[in-house]
């Protein structure tokens, strides 16, 4: 399942605690899922259309609750959806329906569609985080956990954008509104924002997840370098090994094993028959045994000799 149906899944099925929460929230849900159409001064009728079950689920939840209303509830294929299932609520025109859009301030008192994010149901701070939820299920998007950052709400008004933009910022989270054809974005790019907002609209587990991803992938990382340092320490070991072996066949060439001291004619022997062995493990074959800084310090002389003949 895709991460954002399981964090709108996960945002659906919370309820708000306090009735002004849930006014608030249903409000940005039917403003974002919902059109409206307005036939005359009290004949409006609202449609809502969602992809995700339990949105729609929560929607006529609410209304029943709030208000007492019972929207027909069908389950479409919609071709915009390629096919997909959509869920539609429909409310038929009645003076009950016209009252309801104007308590949830989707019409103001001349009976026209508002398209701010209404203060009079976001005053309260626990009411804004109530409005982000509603509008985040009904027109948000969120990156997985182990991808980029990104959290957007897409909306059809600037003036709503920029709204949501204002509730978010109350709580100390910048989001940006960027333009994207007909719609717009207000989102949030970095993975701390990215939380803070999924905290803040009660997705705990959401977050969670964000986490643990965070702490599984910065091991993954420790491990890689670890492994990355081990090969180059293993690179670095083999290059010096073949080149005391170099050393010691050119003095072989020239004035033979013989030429050398007894101290490093032996580590110059038991390097040729061990060119893959560590400086540890060639002091180890020595009789007597060898520290690894010893052999270290007879290969450096070997060397010196094969430079200066
Ligand atoms: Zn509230």
């Given at each position: 399942?895709?991460?954002?149906?399981e964090?709108?899944?996960e945002?659906?099925?919370l309820k708000?605690?306090?009735?002004?929460c849930?006014m608030?929230e249903l409000?940005?849900?039917?403003?974002l899922?919902g059109s409206?159409?307005?036939?005359g001064?009290?004949?409006?009728s609202?449609?809502?259309?969602?992809?995700?079950?339990a949105?729609?689920r929560?929607?006529?939840?609410?209304?029943?609750?709030?208000?007492?209303l019972?929207p027909?509830?069908?389950?479409e294929?919609?071709?915009?959806?390629?096919?997909?299932?959509?869920y539609?609520?429909?409310?038929g025109e009645?003076?009950q329906?016209v009252?309801?859009?104007?308590e949830l301030?989707?019409?103001?008192?001349?009976?026209?569609p508002?398209?701010?994010?209404?203060?009079?149901?976001t005053?309260?701070q626990c009411?804004s985080a109530s409005?982000?939820?509603?509008?985040?299920l009904g027109g948000g998007?969120v990156s997985?956990p182990?991808?980029?950052a990104h959290?957007?709400?897409?909306?059809?008004?600037p003036?709503?954008?920029?709204?949501?933009?204002?509730?978010?910022?109350?709580?100390?989270?910048?989001?940006?509104?960027?333009?994207r054809?007909d719609?717009?974005s207000?989102y949030v790019?970095?993975?701390?924002?990215?939380?803070d907002?999924l905290?803040?609209m009660?997705?705990?587990?959401a977050?969670?997840?964000m986490?643990?991803?965070a702490?599984?992938?910065?091991m993954?990382?420790g491990?890689?370098?670890?492994v990355?340092?081990?090969?180059?320490?293993?690179?670095?070991?083999?290059?010096?090994a073949q080149?005391q072996l170099?050393?010691?066949?050119?003095?072989?060439e020239t004035?033979?094993?013989?030429?050398?001291?007894?101290?490093?004619?032996e580590?110059?022997?038991?390097?040729?028959?061990h060119p893959?062995?560590s400086?540890q493990?060639l002091?180890?074959?020595?009789?007597?045994?060898?520290s690894?800084?010893?052999v270290?310090h007879?290969?450096?002389?070997?060397?010196r000799?094969?430079?200066?003949?």
């Open positions: 399942m895709p991460f954002t149906s964090v709108k899944d945002l659906a099925r708000a605690p306090r009735r002004c849930r608030a409000s940005a849900l039917l403003r899922e409206l159409h307005i036939l001064p009290h004949r409006v609202l449609h809502t259309e969602s992809e995700n079950a949105v729609a929560k929607m006529f939840a609410l209304l029943k609750e709030l208000f007492s019972t027909e509830l069908r389950v294929r919609a071709p915009r959806l390629k096919g997909h299932n959509c539609c609520l429909f409310l009645s003076p329906v009252q309801v859009l104007n301030s989707l019409l103001d008192d001349a009976m026209r508002v398209m701010e994010v209404p203060t009079r149901l005053r309260r009411c409005y982000l939820r509603g509008a985040f998007y997985r182990e991808s980029p959290l957007e709400i897409n909306v059809r008004h003036e709503m954008a920029e709204g949501l933009a204002r509730l978010a910022e109350r709580h100390g989270l910048d989001m940006h509104v960027a333009r054809k719609l717009y207000v790019k970095s993975r701390g924002e990215q939380a907002l905290a803040l009660g997705a705990h587990r977050v969670l997840r986490q643990s991803d702490v599984l992938r910065e993954r990382a491990v890689n370098r670890r990355n340092s081990e090969t180059a320490n293993l690179e670095r070991a083999v290059d010096a080149r170099r050393d010691i066949r050119r003095i072989e004035i033979g094993l013989e030429g050398l001291t007894p101290a490093l004619r580590v110059a022997v038991i390097r040729l028959e893959e062995a400086m493990e002091g180890a074959f020595m009789q007597p045994p060898l690894k800084s010893a270290h007879r290969l450096l002389r070997i060397r000799i094969a430079a200066s003949l």
